[in-house]
């Protein structure tokens, strides 16, 4: 039976501070690496800190998902069996797999956890979701080269028999999802060990065989063509249609991304899935506020063509410097700012709280600090009494125009 409930808002962590932070900005379950994840860059959590962010997630009634998806040789099936036991008696929810003999490795263990599919896994069809169903999995990723149309057919003929994961926010791969090895052939560094470098995002030139050495510029205009570089997916248009359609849950990807960034996406999302309107305007201004390559609805719409790429440059884009963040919230209706990034008395910056509301607020002339100090600016990790009650957790930015 196809299910319509409340889909699930995923949230991505590269480390224990963000995964904190996506859980109080309104995601329902988290995903992280430990080991064999792709993203290696991305800080995997050690046994610890597995054991923590689990208990800080169960504690609010939200759920962790551990990365296991990399594509291992032989001999590391042994070691990532071993380490998949471990947190699964730590009470980790599920296990995130994209290969088929890690899946069945998993499976004959009998864990707890239940068996996610990766969007590694490219999968592409209902056919491939039953497959997986059959062989153990309890959701699947459905590939983020799908349009709607395909996830709607997907879902009739699935009807709710295996759960299904849809990325709506994040980068991607100008191939499909981490199959490319040009980070291995420039770099070295294997993509689907996580350890891409991104080469899709530089600039290329034209080099004549006859001609080594004399590298003809690729031009679109002057600054170059960056021919590879999608830009991100922002999807919150299509949200109320994915429901529709029954998928379970919506996935944003940034494992190696700033905890800013997640805690913009996971509040935008969070109201988008609790039915908050928002004009598409207003989105996209709350969006522009974190890196970005540019938005695109990519597959989803249907066909893809240049628009979803960014090739005139490369280069992130964002109007808003985070600097700092709440710290706690006192009884007298004060808060204490955490400073992370240069501020000064006096600035007007704007707050994100973690129901995702904003506000402009004027900082205090001289600045208070918590040592009794008076100052006229303050830096990296000082702390600021500020006379306005701000709940902890609240991102303090500063707009540019
Ligand atoms: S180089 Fe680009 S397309 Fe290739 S795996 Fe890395 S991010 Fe994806």
């Known amino acids: 039976m196809q299910t319509k409930s409340k889909p699930e808002l995923l949230a991505p962590a590269g480390t224990l501070e963000k995964l904190k932070w996506a859980s109080e900005f309104g995601a329902d379950a988290v995903y992280f690496g430990a080991g064999y994840s792709l993203r290696s860059f991305a800080g995997n959590f050690d046994l610890p800190q597995v054991a923590e962010g689990l208990d800080y997630l169960h504690k609010r009634g939200k759920k962790g998902y551990i990365t296991l998806n990399i594509y291992p040789f032989t001999d590391e ?39 996610h599919i990766s969007t590694q896994a490219n999968t592409m069809s209902a056919q491939t979701v039953l497959a997986y169903g059959g062989m153990g999995a309890s959701r699947v990723n459905l590939a983020r080269e799908l349009s709607l149309e395909q996830i709607k057919q997907i879902q009739t003929i699935v009807g709710g028999s295996v759960e299904t994961e849809v990325f709506i926010h994040g980068a991607v791969c100008f191939s499909y999802s981490g199959r490319c090895a040009i980070s291995d052939y420039l770099t070295g560094r294997r993509a689907n060990r996580g350890e891409c470098t991104h080469p899709c995002r530089w600039k ?9 050495g004399q590298y003809h510029p690729v031009f679109e205009d002057e600054r170059g063509l960056y021919y590879f570089n ?9 949200v109320p249609a994915l429901i529709d359609a029954g998928v379970n849950s919506f996935k944003i990807e940034g494992r190696m991304k700033s905890m800013h960034y997640i805690a913009s996406t996971v509040s935008l999302y969070r109201q988008i899935i609790d039915g908050k309107p928002l004009t598409a305007q207003r989105c996209y201004e709350l969006l522009s506020r974190v890196k970005n390559r540019g938005y695109t609805q990519g597959f989803m719409k249907g066909e893809i063509n240049s628009d979803d790429y960014r090739l005139e440059e490369n280069e992130a884009c964002g109007n808003a410097v985070f600097v700092g963040n709440v710290l ?47 100052v006229d600016f303050a830096n990296n990790e000082e702390q600021i009494i500020l006379d306005r009650k701000l709940p902890a957790f609240t991102i303090i930015r500063r707009v540019c125009s």
């Open 77 to 115: 099936y042994d070691g990532i069996s071993e380490l998949a036991g471990s947190i699964d008696d730590m009470g980790a929810d599920a296990f995130i797999v994209a290969d088929l003999g890690v899946l069945f490795a998993l499976k004959q263990m009998g864990l707890k956890a239940k068996l």
């Open 204 to 212: 290329y030139s034209l080099v004549e065989e006859q001609r080594p």
């Open 230 to 238: 999608s830009k991100d997916l922002a999807l919150f248009e299509y």
């Open 328 to 374: 706690e919230e006192s009884a007298d209706d004060k808060c204490v700012f955490r400073v992370r990034n240069k501020v000064h008395a006096g600035e007007s910056l704007e707050v994100l709280r973690p129901d995702g509301t904003t506000d402009t607020i004027t900082l205090p002339s001289p600045l208070t600090t918590v040592w009794g100090g008076q």
